[in-house]
């Protein structure tokens, strides 16, 4: 893998278009980092709501539970939500000198989050998008991920400062999955999301279509008594991968709130399986070339 990989300087081949080059002790710390990491996978949308970090956190234990080496960073600094899903609050990282241990849900998930420092998950996050830019390159390049598989990272909704920020510090080998609703208002404001991305410079990854149909928890059937389509007919505009749809369960729902993850406990059921059809094109995400 070439030493710029994934540097926010870095073209598209791998190569450096900075004009003074890396040669700034932080941005020689943020390649390295960048660099142990195989795949960085952004989960975004432009629209609140449509339960993006439920996708992320299960897209993260997925691959963890397939054997991979899975990092997941929440860079939502003002509704940090990762901790609560994966049963993780109260938990503390390690701080040493300019170094922090991410907390680790298993031996093959480690998990960054604003939540994990903040003293009271009450008070409110007030910061204008330099602190929050800093932030987020602090917790790419400071947190040991060490070697990993996966980072995937939860975004809050929107095209704002978080996604920017954080696509453009991952660097332009960084690949997005959009999350949408399949109503028409949702599809509004996500399909800003597919323009974003390409016009920051990475791919799109796939469309996940989030809440279609519901699944019924007494017949395992999903009942299509909701609108559904519209994230599959977002990707065929887009011209980008459809990775599946996501029925709305109350099993979803109580796993949230309980702080276990869905894809851990309810992978044989209807809504389980659609999950894993999505996670299957990241499992098979070919290895970038070594160096």
């Not at 900075?18 to 142990?36: F, I, N, V």
């Not at 009271?120 to 991920?145: S, Y």
């Not at 369960?249 to 809504?271: C, I, L, Q």
């Given at each position: 893998?070439?030493?710029?990989?994934?540097?926010?300087?870095?073209?598209?081949?791998?190569?450096?278009?900075?004009a003074?080059?890396?040669?700034k002790?932080?941005?020689?710390?943020?390649?390295?980092?960048?660099?142990?990491?195989?795949?960085?996978?952004?989960?975004?949308?432009?629209?609140?709501?449509v339960?993006?970090?439920?996708?992320?956190?299960?897209?993260?234990?997925?691959?963890?539970?397939?054997?991979k080496?899975?990092?997941?960073?929440?860079?939502?600094?003002?509704?940090?939500?990762?901790?609560r899903?994966?049963?993780?609050?109260?938990?503390?990282?390690?701080?040493?000198?300019?170094?922090?241990?991410?907390?680790?849900?298993?031996?093959?998930?480690?998990?960054?989050?604003?939540?994990?420092?903040?003293?009271?998950?009450?008070?409110?996050?007030?910061?204008?998008?330099?602190?929050?830019?800093?932030?987020?390159?602090?917790?790419?390049?400071?947190?040991?991920?060490?070697?990993?598989?996966?980072?995937?990272?939860?975004?809050?909704?929107?095209?704002?400062?978080?996604?920017?920020?954080?696509?453009?510090?991952?660097?332009?080998?960084?690949?997005?999955?959009?999350?949408?609703?399949?109503?028409?208002?949702?599809i509004?404001?996500?399909?800003?999301?597919?323009?974003?991305?390409?016009?920051?410079?990475?791919?799109?990854?796939?469309?996940?279509?989030?809440?279609?149909?519901?699944?019924?928890?007494?017949?395992?059937?999903?009942?299509?008594?909701?609108?559904?389509?519209?994230?599959?007919?977002?990707?065929?505009?887009?011209?980008?991968?459809?990775?599946?749809?996501?029925?709305?369960?109350?099993?979803?729902?109580?796993?949230?709130?309980?702080?276990?993850?869905?894809?851990?406990?309810?992978?044989?059921?209807?809504?389980?399986?659609?999950?894993?059809?999505?996670?299957?094109?990241?499992?098979?995400?070919?290895?970038?070339?070594?160096?």
């Amino acid at each position: 893998m070439s030493g710029c990989e994934g540097c926010a300087s870095a073209s598209p081949d791998g190569t450096c278009t900075s004009a003074t080059g890396c040669d700034k002790p932080e941005d020689q710390k943020l390649q390295k980092t960048l660099s142990r990491i195989k795949h960085k996978i952004v989960v975004m949308s432009g629209k609140g709501g449509v339960g993006k970090s439920t996708v992320a956190a299960n897209i993260a234990v997925a691959l963890s539970l397939a054997g991979k080496k899975v990092g997941l960073l929440d860079v939502d600094v003002h509704g940090p939500s990762i901790p609560r899903l994966l049963s993780l609050k109260g938990q503390q990282p390690h701080i040493g000198d300019q170094v922090m241990e991410p907390v680790p849900w298993s031996k093959n998930l480690s998990v960054m989050s604003l939540g994990f420092l903040l003293q009271d998950d009450r008070q409110a996050v007030i910061w204008r998008g330099p602190v929050k830019i800093g932030l987020i390159k602090q917790f790419v390049e400071d947190v040991m991920w060490g070697d990993l598989d996966y980072l995937i990272v939860d975004c809050p909704p929107g095209t704002g400062d978080e996604p920017l920020s954080t696509l453009q510090t991952l660097g332009p080998t960084a690949m997005a999955v959009i999350v949408t609703t399949p109503q028409g208002v949702a599809i509004d404001d996500v399909r800003r999301s597919v323009s974003f991305v390409g016009e920051v410079g990475n791919r799109v990854l796939g469309i996940v279509e989030n809440m279609s149909g519901f699944a019924c928890p007494d017949c395992g059937k999903v009942h299509q008594i909701f609108k559904s389509g519209g994230g599959e007919e977002l990707a065929k505009e887009s011209g980008v991968r459809f990775l599946g749809r996501i029925p709305l369960d109350p099993a979803v729902a109580d796993s949230g709130d309980e702080g276990y993850p869905f894809m851990k406990v309810h992978r044989d059921t209807a809504t389980g399986k659609a999950m894993e059809e999505i996670i299957a094109p990241i499992l098979a995400l070919p290895d970038p070339p070594k160096a």
